[in-house]
């Protein structure tokens, strides 16, 4: 039976990691493509370590003290994609958008409508600053 659980949770997470493969291969620009490649794999990777944490504790259980080491060495390293795959799509996705690459079928950009605010806010307390000054 827990072998089952293990072969089910290692299924869905390869099914999500060939999903975010497809995702990076169809989607046609760079912030699709982030979505795909970050969202599946960090779905897919959370079921793949689920099902390591599992085989390390069954082995654990049965007496072999190098399954609980197995099992956190894997915890460590999810905590660590969960930490860093957000983080990187998020920085990515920051510079793409600095550099000018637009998403292809936007209708509407909320983040440059507020980065625009913001400039407009900036010239005119520096005018204002300026008019106080003479």
Do not use: Q
């Amino acid at each position: 039976m827990f072998e089952i659980i293990i072969y089910i949770l290692l299924g869905v997470g390869v099914f999500f990691n060939l999903l975010a493969g497809i995702g990076l291969l169809r989607f046609p620009d760079v912030y699709t493509r982030l979505h795909a490649g970050t969202k599946c794999t960090t779905f897919g990777s959370i079921f793949l370590v689920g099902s390591v944490v599992l085989l390390g504790l069954k082995n654990w259980w049965i007496g072999d003290t190098n399954g609980s080491v197995l099992a956190i060495h894997s915890i460590v390293a999810l905590a660590a994609i969960l930490i860093t795959n957000p983080t990187g799509a998020h920085a990515i996705a920051r510079a793409a958008h600095r550099s000018g690459v637009k998403p292809i079928g936007a209708v509407v950009d909320d983040l440059k409508n507020m980065t625009v605010a913001k400039t407009m806010k900036k010239k005119s307390a520096v005018k204002k600053k300026s008019e106080a000054e003479k």
